[in-house]
Nanobody, 126 residues
Framework: QVQLVESGGGLVQAGGSLRLSCTAS????????MGWFRQAPGKEREFVAG??????????ADSVKGRFAISRDNAKNTVTVYLQMNSLKPEDTAVYYCAGRPDSYGSSVPSEYAWWGQGTQVTVSS
């Protein structure tokens, strides 16, 4: 059974930091690209960050470059993907989703991901 479980969301003041975690199991996720997306109320889901199977290649939305960092820890049966978020802004407020893509590289296109977590709320107060 495929499971992606996010954690680490919460309420933080503008300028603060949070680290999101996503534990993926049920597939050989160590071979797959992973990504983080977010969705704010009334808006479409948007790409935040992604990486390839080893974590050696990373990709970011322009809105988070220099502030967010994606990384991963590939274990035998589970993969943990992290999103370190610094210098948070109120416009970063959203539900953040972890996703797995059945390809060795990540992508910014949501429809290319096959597996999704349930999401974790991030709220940044001004």
């Amino acid at each position: 059974q495929v499971q992606l479980v996010e954690s680490g969301g919460g309420l933080v003041q503008a300028g603060g930091s949070l680290r999101l975690s996503c534990t993926a199991s049920g597939r050989i996720f160590s071979r797959y690209g992973m990504g983080w997306f977010r969705q704010a109320p009334g808006k479409e889901r948007e790409f935040v960050a992604g990486n390839n199977w080893s974590g050696s290649s990373t990709y970011y939305a322009d809105s988070v470059k220099g502030r967010f960092a994606i990384s991963r820890d590939n274990a035998k049966n589970t993969v943990t993907v992290y999103l370190q978020m610094n210098s948070l802004k109120p416009e970063d407020t959203a539900v953040y989703y972890c996703a797995g893509r059945p390809d060795s590289y990540g992508s910014s296109v949501p429809s290319e991901y096959a597996w999704w977590g349930q999401g974790t709320q991030v709220t940044v107060s001004s």
